[in-house]
């Protein structure tokens, strides 16, 4: 099966910016996805990047993604104590399935 | 965007009851609908696809008897789960296409927790 993998925990200072990364395996993936998730909340779906593209910026957030490498990243810019949650990278493949990794817990100190 | 609802949020429940949970797409219409478990502090487990009009896909491992799917219609997807036990417990979240190619959305998430 695919796999994703990303580091499990961050932590940033309030105003700095975050960057998480994540490294998939699945050569066919179509979309990578970046999702939020609050304490006892679904999912919230922050951005998604088309795998032609190598870069898409909307507002404070900025996704990298180097297909030769496998890997995508999700840059926060001024980050705020609202940003504190789990984010999840996924992948979707050929077969329309997603494909998660564990959640980075991102704490943003004061 | 795109809004999904899921209701209940949380349930409890006795054991060997049966417990449904509705998916709803509130501004689109879904033809496709994946039904998702999470585990605390996991990440998420994708048990079957949905899709209206037809039968549902399941993962491997998972108990298409235990966990019933419904897609009766474009906005609404159902998941039963019949004669639950506390190794149910979990959090169960559905998603479903957007209108825009790639979007994927998922509702707020059901928590069922079994006595």
């Known amino acids: 099966g695919e796999d994703v993998e990303q580091s499990l925990f961050l932590s940033v200072r309030e105003g700095d910016s975050s960057v998480i990364n994540c490294t998939y395996t699945?050569?066919?993936?179509?979309?990578l996805y970046w999702y939020k998730q609050e304490p006892g909340a679904g999912l919230q779906l922050l951005t998604y990047i088309f795998s032609n593209m190598d870069m898409k910026q909307d507002q404070r957030l900025t996704v990298l993604l180097n297909k030769k490498d496998k890997h995508l990243s999700l840059r926060i810019a001024d980050t705020q104590t609202g940003d504190s949650a789990i984010y999840f990278c996924?992948?979707?493949?050929?077969?329309?399935?997603?494909?998660f990794g564990a959640g980075t817990t991102v704490t943003v100190r004061a | 965007g795109a809004v999904v609802s899921q209701h209940p949020s949380w349930v409890i429940c006795k054991s060997g009851t049966s417990v449904k949970i509705e998916c709803r797409s509130l501004d689109f219409q879904a033809t496709t609908m994946f039904w998702y478990r999470q585990f605390p502090k996991q990440s998420l487990m994708l048990m079957a696809t949905?899709?209206?009009?037809?039968?549902?896909?399941?993962e491997q491992g998972v108990e298409k008897d235990k966990f019933l799917i419904n897609h009766a219609s474009l906005t609404l997807s159902t998941l039963t789960v019949t004669s639950a036990h506390p190794e149910d417990s979990s959090f169960y979240i559905c998603s479903a296409s957007g209108e825009r190619t790639g979007e994927l959305f998922f509702g707020e998430g059901s928590r069922l927790t079994v006595l």
């Open positions: 949905s899709n209206e009009g037809s039968k549902a896909t399941y």
């Open positions: 996924a992948e979707k493949g050929e077969d329309y399935k997603l494909s």
């Open positions: 699945d050569s066919s993936s179509t979309y």
